[in-house]
């Protein structure tokens, strides 16, 4: 059975199979390899992508416009301000304009309701480049990534300490799931993902003979993990009086070295990036002299191990990206 992944957008995991999500992590590989050894052919020659971002990214942004530079797609960057998306203009006649003149349309903002509604009405693929519920093409990244370090996703233990209920906890349950990996959730119950999330995680676990599990002690949790993976405790677009609860919450989450040494012995350290993993940033200045903390959700010496594959994450987030234009609209 081959894969033809053209016309469609890339709104959530949910809505792939999981020889779709291989399909598009092989389709990676090779781009990457295409690229390093200087045989990119460009299958986007005179289509124009529109990247609209209602919230900061570097990764993201930079992703998709140096894998359409590469694949030969024009682009056209839409900021949290300077058109008229939201203010003067709803979703619906936005997406009408813009199926108008773009192939495809890029989108991270906050609710998962105004990417699918993009889509609905745009005529063309949308791609979520995050929302408040999932970030689909950072599990892709990571998936390459572990592909890359593992040899294979099937079966290996993915552990994702913080808030578990969060754009990345979501995505990568939902991707675990799909794959047939043993995710678990180790965060406080307080942030466990929605309970019909975790439901529906199940139901497709029962298929691909995925693990999920919720898991609030820390230690039971990260035992004999092949990757763990966390992510910052408070998430773009939330207000600044959460810090005070989930500081005080995710704390006893941090991922340190007594975790990773709980863990098996070639462990994989995971983040999507950006990371408070010392003071060098305004926000972990702020949180200094507020709670007194030198690091957050990882400590700098895990950070900068051998364990830390976060750079080699946020480099494939390029070829992943690329993947899903080239397999959508290509
Ligand atoms: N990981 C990630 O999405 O990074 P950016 O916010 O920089 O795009
Ligand atoms: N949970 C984070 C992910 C950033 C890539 C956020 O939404 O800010």
């Known amino acids: 059975m081959s ?22 992590l092989d389709l990676s590989r090779d781009l990457k390899r295409a690229k390093y050894t200087g045989n990119e052919h460009q299958l986007l020659k005179g289509k124009n992508v529109a990247l609209m971002f209602q919230k900061d990214s570097t990764r993201t942004r930079c992703a ?51 990417v699918e509604s993009l889509a609905a009405h745009s005529g063309v693929p949308v791609w979520n480049g995050l929302t408040d519920e999932f970030h689909p093409t950072q599990i892709l990244a990571d998936f390459l990534t572990i592909q890359e370090e ?10 994702f300490c913080g ?11 939902v991707g675990c799931a799909k794959m047939g990996m043993h995710f678990v959730a180790c965060a406080p119950k307080e942030v466990w993902p929605d309970s019909k999330l975790v439901e529906q ?38 207000p600044k009086e959460v810090w005070d609860q989930r500081v005080k919450l995710l704390q006893p989450y ?35 002299e507020q709670f007194g903390l030198n690091e957050m959700e990882v400590t700098d010496e895990v950070f900068r191990s051998k364990h830390s594959v976060v750079f080699e994450e946020a480099e494939n987030r390029l070829h992943t990206i690329k993947a899903v234009m080239v397999a959508t609209i290509g």
Request: glycine share 8%.
């Open 254 to 288: 941090q991922v340190n070295m007594k975790m990773i040494q709980n863990a098996k012995p070639d462990v994989l350290f995971m983040h999507c990036l950006p990371a408070f993993h010392d003071l060098n940033t305004e926000t972990a200045q702020q949180v200094h």
């Open 201 to 238: 995680c199940q139901e497709i676990a029962k298929e691909t003979g995925a693990i999920i599990e919720l898991e609030a002690d820390v230690m039971k949790a990260s035992k004999d993990a092949d990757a763990i993976y966390t992510d910052v405790w408070v998430s773009m677009g939330e």
């Open 64 to 114: 998709f416009e140096v894998g359409a530079m590469d694949q030969g797609a024009g682009t056209v960057y839409l900021g949290p301000s300077g058109s008229q998306f939201g203010k003067k203009e709803s979703v619906e006649d936005t997406a009408k304009v813009l199926g108008r003149m773009f192939d495809g349309i890029e989108f991270r903002g906050y609710k998962q309701t105004d």
């Open 3 to 24: 894969v033809n992944l053209k016309g469609r957008s890339f709104l959530k995991l949910l809505d792939f199979t999981p020889r779709e999500i291989q399909y598009l």
């Open 163 to 173: 808030d578990a209920r969060n754009n990345m906890g979501n995505s990568l349950m």
């Open 150 to 159: 593992k040899g294979k996703l099937k079966g290996l233990k993915l552990v």
